[in-house]
């Protein structure tokens, strides 16, 4: 793994139930020491990577915050090209690189010219299926950029689709003691069978000063054949 691809650490915030957000998109969990983990990793990792629906629904700046610290670039996957030059996360602190799909790039040129004027570097990939990236190829392309290290702050769909290509390295998570009933969740794609599904082994639990929070490190396994025997 090393050297081909960046390493990858995702960071999220749920609660009880893994939601990220609510139903109507609320999504403000995290406790200001929660805020302050996040940024720490931050201000430690490469570059920042979201997906298409978090800048749709948030419109993030992904900037730095509560430490001190450069600003990270900013990955956008958006394989059917959906966000906007004018959001936050393309504006002109930071690098951005936006990883489209060959199929929307074709059909939406222009908005291609909007990002790259804006300086965005847009980076196309030919899609699996429709519009679908493959996360692989894509990690191998930021490699390329200069990008060794990557946090990744969502969505369930951007982290299920990491994590269906077997890609995330390091998974933080921090559960917030409510329930929201409904809403994104954490992972969400087509699901595991179950048998095949990897598994994660916590590696640190931290009860949040805050008291509302429990923080939680976990490492993946992929190969769980042992399990089966
Ligand atoms: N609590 C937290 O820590 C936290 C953090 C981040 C976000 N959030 C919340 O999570 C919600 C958004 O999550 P979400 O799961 O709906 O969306 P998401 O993961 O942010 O974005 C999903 C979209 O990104 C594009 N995308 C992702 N992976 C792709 C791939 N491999 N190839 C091509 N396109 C890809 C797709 O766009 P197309 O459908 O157009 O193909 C997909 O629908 C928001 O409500 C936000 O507030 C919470």
């Known amino acids: 793994m090393p050297g081909e ?26 406790c200001p020491h929660d805020l302050v ?12 990577m979201v997906g298409a629906n978090t800048v749709l629904v948030d419109n993030p700046s992904l900037r730095l915050k509560y ?11 958006d394989g059917a090209l959906r966000t906007h030059p004018t959001h936050r996360v393309y504006d002109d602190t ?19 010219e909007e990002f790259k004027n804006r300086g965005v570097r847009v980076l196309k990939i030919e899609p699996v299926e429709d519009t679908r990236i493959p996360m692989k190829r894509a990690l191998q392309l930021l490699l390329q950029e200069g ?13 299920w689709s990491l994590l269906r290509e077997k890609l995330i390295d390091r998974l933080s998570i921090t559960y917030v003691g409510t329930v929201y009933g409904a809403g994104p969740v954490l ?9 095949e599904a990897p598994l994660f082994r916590p590696v640190k639990v931290l009860l949040c000063p805050c008291g509302r929070e429990v923080h939680v490190e976990l490492v993946p396994y992929y ?4 399990l089966r025997g």
């Not at 930071?94 to 291609?112: C, V």
């Open 5 to 30: 691809r960046p390493f990858v650490h995702a960071f999220s915030t749920v609660t009880l139930d893994a939601r990220l957000a609510s139903r109507t998109g609320f999504s403000k969990l995290s």
């Open 37 to 48: 983990r996040l940024h720490r990793l931050r201000a430690k990792y490469d570059a920042v």
């Open 67 to 77: 430490v001190r610290g450069k600003n990270p670039k900013r990955v956008v996957v």
């Open 94 to 112: 930071a690098p951005t690189i936006l990883i489209t799909s060959t199929k929307a790039a074709e059909h939406k040129s222009g908005l291609i």
């Open 147 to 159: 990008i060794s290290s990557l946090l990744v702050e969502g969505g369930g769909r951007l982290l």
């Open 187 to 195: 992972f969400d794609g087509e699901g595991h069978e179950g048998p």
């Open 223 to 226: 190969d769980t054949s042992y």
